[in-house]
């Protein structure tokens, strides 16, 4: 298994930034440019996952996945979150089937 302190190290970074003026830190700049900005920027990175997905070119992939992750940390610090937050929702799904997860999110 990987370590995930280079995760935890990102956020940190990410927090630290929050902090910069927008023309001495792109994460700031995005920061700054709020919620809309920083989902423009998902939707591009995703869009680029899957065409490197496409294509089929492992090296690709991985870029531009690490790039998607990137901004999608930004995104969490954006709303007071942190990968913490993802890794005990995804903790709490261990063992469940992702059907009956899916159901249980179901209000009527």
């Not at 996952?49 to 294509?55: I, M, P």
């Not at 690709?60 to 979150?81: N, S, V």
């Amino acid at each position: 298994m990987k370590d995930l302190t280079i995760i935890h190290r990102l956020a940190e970074t990410i927090e630290t930034r929050k902090k910069f003026k927008a023309d001495n830190s792109y994460v700031a700049k995005l920061l700054c440019g709020g919620r809309d900005e920083i989902l423009k920027k998902i939707t591009e990175e995703t869009a680029e996952v899957l065409l490197a997905s496409k294509d089929g070119d492992k090296l690709h992939i991985t870029r531009e996945m690490a790039d998607l992750w990137f901004h999608c940390m930004i995104l969490l610090a954006h709303h007071g979150l942190g990968p913490d937050d993802v890794l005990d929702e995804l903790k709490k799904r261990e063992g469940i089937s992702g059907i009956d997860e899916k159901a249980s999110r179901i209000t009527g």
